[in-house]
């Protein structure tokens, strides 16, 4: 006869020793971010980390952080992916373009996610090309360049009859005199375009003074983390000279900007977490096709409209997924 008591103690017992054992298979992987600067109190990690956690990643049971920011300095980045080498992360997640390169001279070996690139991954070197990376980065890119002609319609649309259209840049950013050739070669008939610098947060009032001097009747931002971080500043600039608007990311309408189109921020982040789970799960990062948004939204800021006496055309609102009243 079995004695019941050692039965349930032997049961008890087996039970504890495989619950531990399946604790003891479960790997804690390190995903390292590399990032320019931080969205507010938003980090890159931050960002990833609810559709990590819909993928089965938590923090402390099966992945580790190690996030390193550069506080907007590009020249720190070098510094911090070499940090990041060293401690031998399991995969590091890179963004914008300029950490990626940051990623990229600092290890041939360690897999690189890139979580959102504006520039062309090609060009830049990165990979050899979009379907066959090749080499140790692979991940997310959306081409602004070809989004700026978009963005000179999508304004001139707005405001009929507009005949100059001011160019934001940052001169740190080489690729964007590339952006504004793309955007003069595409120009509409009578429209005249005026590129105009800002390299950080202490030159925006000066430019968009410049701006309406030159007398700009809508300007264009183009997309920079940066910008993107000074999304609330810009967008009160913008409103204060009395131009109209328009940019890449959805948080510069929320802040106020006129208008924005681009890749919809859901899908890039499903999209980037997508990599980092098959990087971990051991798939070679050069063998993984680097993937581009398919869905492109237009959100327009009608208070703002309505503050600028701008009253958009029909034709105008009925292409856009939001309008923010």
């Given at each position: 006869?079995?004695?019941?008591?050692?039965?349930?103690?032997?049961?008890?017992?087996?039970?504890?020793?495989?619950?531990?054992?399946?604790?003891?298979?479960?790997?804690?992987y390190?995903?390292?971010?590399?990032?320019?600067?931080?969205?507010g109190?938003?980090?890159?990690?931050?960002?990833?980390?609810?559709?990590l956690?819909?993928?089965?990643?938590?923090?402390?049971?099966n992945?580790?952080?190690?996030?390193?920011?550069?506080?907007?300095?590009?020249?720190?980045?070098?510094?911090?992916?070499a940090?990041?080498?060293?401690?031998n992360?399991d995969?590091?997640?890179?963004g914008?373009?300029?950490?990626?390169?940051a990623?990229h001279d600092?290890?041939?070996?360690?897999?690189i996610?890139?979580?959102?690139?504006?520039?062309?991954?090609?060009?830049?070197?990165?990979?050899?090309?979009?379907?066959?990376p090749?080499?140790?980065?692979?991940?997310?890119?959306?081409?602004a360049?070809?989004?700026?002609?978009?963005?000179?319609?999508?304004?001139?649309?707005?405001?009929?009859?507009?005949?100059?259209?001011?160019?934001?840049?940052?001169?740190?950013?080489?690729?964007?005199a590339?952006?504004?050739?793309?955007?003069a070669?595409?120009?509409?008939?009578?429209?005249?375009?005026?590129?105009?610098e800002?390299?950080?947060?202490?030159?925006?009032e000066?430019?968009?003074?410049?701006?309406?001097k030159?007398?700009?009747?809508g300007?264009?931002?183009?997309?920079?983390?940066?910008?993107?971080?000074?999304?609330s500043?810009?967008?009160?600039?913008?409103?204060?000279?009395?131009?109209?608007?328009?940019?890449?990311?959805r948080a510069?309408?929320?802040a106020?900007?006129?208008?924005?189109?681009?890749?919809?921020e859901?899908?890039l982040?499903?999209?980037?977490?997508?990599?980092?789970?098959?990087?971990?799960?051991?798939?070679?990062?050069?063998?993984?096709?680097?993937?581009?948004?398919t869905?492109?939204?237009?959100?327009?800021?009608?208070?703002?409209?309505n503050?600028?006496?701008?009253?958009?055309p029909?034709?105008?609102?009925?292409?856009?997924?939001e309008l923010?009243?």
């Open positions: 006869m079995i004695d019941r008591r050692k039965f349930i103690c032997a049961l008890i017992c087996g039970l504890v020793a495989t619950r531990r054992a399946a604790f003891a298979q479960t790997k804690l390190r995903i390292g971010f590399l990032s320019l600067t931080a969205f109190d938003m980090t890159l990690a931050g960002v990833l980390l609810p559709e956690r819909t993928r089965g990643y938590v923090v402390g049971r992945i580790a952080f190690e996030e390193r920011l550069a506080d907007g300095k590009a020249d720190r980045l070098p510094a911090l992916a940090e990041l080498v060293r401690l992360v995969v590091i997640v890179a914008p373009a300029i950490a990626i390169r990623a600092a290890t041939t070996t360690i897999p996610v890139m979580a959102f690139s504006a520039d062309d991954p090609v060009k830049s070197g990165f990979v050899a090309s979009l379907a066959h090749g080499g140790n980065v692979t991940g997310v890119t959306a081409l360049r070809d989004l700026a002609p978009k963005w000179m319609e999508l304004l001139r649309d707005a405001v009929p009859g507009m005949t100059r259209l001011a160019v934001m840049t940052n001169p740190a950013r080489p690729e964007h590339e952006y504004v050739r793309v955007m070669a595409a120009r509409p008939t009578g429209v005249q375009l005026q590129s105009f800002a390299q950080g947060p202490d030159q925006y000066s430019t968009f003074a410049a701006m309406v030159a007398r700009a009747e300007v264009v931002i183009l997309g920079d983390v940066m910008f993107t971080r000074d999304s500043q810009l967008a009160a600039l913008a409103l204060s000279h009395r131009l109209p608007s328009i940019y890449l990311f510069f309408a929320l106020g900007g006129l208008m924005t189109y681009g890749p919809d859901d899908e982040l499903s999209l980037a977490c997508e990599f980092i789970d098959k990087v971990l799960q051991g798939a070679s990062p050069g063998e993984l096709p680097v993937q581009q948004p869905t492109f939204n237009l959100a327009i800021n009608m208070k703002t409209a503050a600028l006496h701008l009253a958009i029909q034709s105008v609102r009925l292409r856009a997924q923010i009243k």
